[in-house]
């Protein structure tokens, strides 16, 4: 297991890599991992030779009341459950190695990265766009993969993959959910014991949308979601029906559309979202 | 001499090269190629075992009124005189070939590239700066020659190349001139017969008001340049002291600052720029 934290290390040990004629895979995370993160690093090493996990809290993607300075840092504990889960090199870059001296480039997805979480999170996405440009670039892995329970940030990293010229296949793998089907994420450590039981409603909301989106009226069936999210304790930033490439909203079904939706438990914000036609999976 | 106008033919050629491992380097261009370019292409022979040169006449760098649709386009010439000049491969992308459907992303460095002429072209290096991501990205050069004529052009380059961790080495290469002085540029050929006879001026002035930077008053000598420019006919948008990294304006004289102009004569828009310590070159 190689640990880098600067660049000059990882590429050192990606040469000896890409001199052996490995297959290189990039998991992107901001630490804090869990089960979630762990099926991420399997699927990659199932895919490739060799699976690189970053580990970096990015500033630009957080707004200035976001949650940045408390988000968990669980290194150690990082470590051990990469490398368990397959993982042979971990790149945890500081801020100061990742951001050099007048740093100033900013790569924006246009409209996809304004709407959704991006009407509410207004640079998020523009942040994450150039954190993984450059982590692909500093890599140059053949494949990366997101999980789809971030799908908007999903659907962005493949838009700028596709329209820079970026040599690395995208794969999206499936959200790992509780057994009472909340999506796994760091974020879930925030909730109170009394928010925890409350939570999984965003999963059966989604559940009971998705059911009823293909017979009736797409705005009233959305309201009604945001209604039982509303009433459970849930306060609703959006509920949206999307083209499941574009993002554009939908006015009424079509297939292969898909429901996401953002709300806040108290000062948690979680996010959530489904296929459709998948709505049991 | 290949010359491939859509990425799978010059993907192709450039598998067979990089199996000899064989040095690339990139001369980009807008085509309408001139002596100037020819320099570039000859530089980067001598640097490298094969030299591609791009040719695209990029519409997104261009304002709603500039002049996209007018500029020159010489294929045939273009092709002769990089071959002469030591070029293996020519890149002529179509509009649609560079920017396939639903492209959306745009790169911009920040500050940088809104002051001296992105205040004149306000999303000008935003262009610039995304077509010459996928151009390095698609051809993955080791080296890239772009002419210090267009020095903010070079300095936006190197920044994003720098955050964006583009594994290219970027090369400023110097500024070829007629023997009267004036700069060449595709553009000249739009200049009437007596606007040709004053075009020289630019750079008289450029050497006059570096000479006297030295000694004197900075805002004075620059405004003394401007009223010079003006008096000889050019509507002069500019002519500053800049540091030459970052660009930004420079009150008094340092040592490595740069002298930066862009002015119109009639309907031709000129730039030149200067190293006030070289300003004997």
């Not at 040469?15 to 901001?30: H, Q, S, Y």
Request: hydrophobic share 40%; glycine share 6%.
């Amino acid at each position: 297991m190689i640990i880098a934290n600067d660049l000059e290390t990882l590429q050192n040990s990606l040469l000896e890599i890409a001199k052996n004629g490995k297959k290189i895979a990039l998991v992107p995370t901001m630490g804090a991992l869990h089960t979630g993160h762990a099926s991420l690093i399997t699927q990659a090493k199932e895919m490739t030779d060799c699976v690189v996990v970053s580990i970096f809290v990015n500033p630009t993607q957080f707004g200035k009341n976001e949650d940045y300075s408390i988000y968990p840092r669980t290194f150690d504990d990082d470590v051990k459950l990469a490398q368990q889960s397959g993982a042979e090199i971990i790149y945890a870059p500081t801020v100061e190695d990742m951001y050099t001296n007048g740093f100033s480039t900013i790569i924006s997805v246009g409209d996809m990265g304004k709407i959704l979480c991006g009407k509410f999170r207004p640079s998020h996405f523009d942040g994450v766009a150039t954190v993984v440009t450059k982590l692909l670039l500093r890599i140059m892995p053949h494949i990366a993969i997101f999980g789809m329970k971030d799908y908007q940030q999903l659907c962005v990293i493949e838009r700028l993959v596709s329209d820079l010229d970026i040599p690395t296949e995208i794969v999206g793998a499936p959200i790992i959910r509780e057994e009472d089907g909340l999506a796994l994420s760091s974020r879930n450590r925030y909730l109170s014991p009394d928010e925890r039981k409350i939570a999984p409603i965003l999963y059966k909301t989604l559940q009971n949308t998705a059911h009823n989106l293909k017979s009736n009226n797409v705005s009233e069936i959305l309201a009604k979601g945001i209604a039982d999210l509303t009433e459970a304790g849930y306060k609703v930033e959006y509920l949206e029906l999307c083209d499941s490439f574009t993002l554009a909203p939908l006015a009424e079904y079509e297939e292969g559309s898909r429901l996401l939706v953002a709300a806040w438990l108290g000062k948690t914000r979680l996010i959530d979202n489904m296929s459709v036609e998948e709505n049991n999976d």
